[in-house]
């Protein structure tokens, strides 16, 4: 009796340093928030010098997308950029952004749930995010910007942000690979495809709708997309036509954002 009590407190005391052990273990992960000040600082020091930081939006997207697709989608493409990469981490995503005016109400500020922020606050943000991230030690500070309204407003900042850093090691990067590809770039793939111009669309069409399809299949509402009307302006579809959208149609758009945005960083980034 005594012998097997023994073997069971051995046995205990092993399972018990080896849970510790685990949970002492820094996580296989590339997002920023998941990591301790004393994680991140380590592997800044062994090379993870390029930080990610996901701009999204919140905001309509038809009555079958929900209001968080960019959020959702930028955080799924930032993270497999970053790991593509292998030397870049992923800061949270940025949700609130400029999406028109709020007196009166214009452009998708008048549907229910779009958050809109002065176009000023956002910048300000940005140029925040990037000045904290170069103190800690980050030399590649990389804006990917999922919606198309504030593209301008990032090209302004990184401008101003490598005017300030001249003479440091810290450079600000927007590659416009990443919303080009979203944009015209997945158009062209799925005319290649045999879709129209009038499915495609410019906003939660075939193409934003499949994209969404691929990364987040729990933000579409399948059921009413496939079942319902042609939607138009005044749902907040505008120019296309979702019915026919597919997760399978939406992976042909990220795997092309995912490569062509890997490839331009390790170009724009090399010898950094």
Known sequence: MMRHSVRLIFAVTVLLLAAQTALAQTPKTVLLQDLTWTELRDQIQ????????????????????????????????????????????????????????????????????????????????????????AVHGFTNIVFLGDHGGYQKDITLVVAHLNKAWAGTKARAFVPPEYYATSSDGYAQILRQHG????????????????????????????????????????????????????????RLGIDAIVSRTVDALRKDTAGR
Do not use: C
Request: charged residues 20%; negative net charge; proline residues 8%.
């Open 46 to 133: 062994a090379g993870k010098t390029t930080i990610i930081i996901p701009i999204g939006a919140t905001e309509q997207s038809g009555p079958d997308v929900a209001l968080g697709k960019h959020n959702a989608r930028v955080a799924w493409l930032s993270q497999k950029i970053a790991e593509g990469l292998d030397n870049a981490l992923v800061a949270p995503v940025i949700a609130y952004v400029p999406e028109g005016s709020y007196a009166p109400p214009t452009s998708h500020m008048r549907f229910p749930g779009t958050i809109t922020i002065p176009d000023d606050v956002f910048e300000k943000t940005l140029e925040s995010a990037a000045n904290s991230f």
């Open 195 to 250: 879709y129209r111009d009038d499915e495609i669309g410019t906003h939660a069409g075939l193409a934003d709708t499949s994209l969404q399809l691929a990364v987040a299949p729990q933000m579409v509402r399948l059921d009413r997309l496939h079942s319902g009307a042609k939607l138009g302006p005044a749902d907040g579809v505008y120019g296309g036509d979702p019915r026919r959208s597919s997760a399978e149609l939406g």
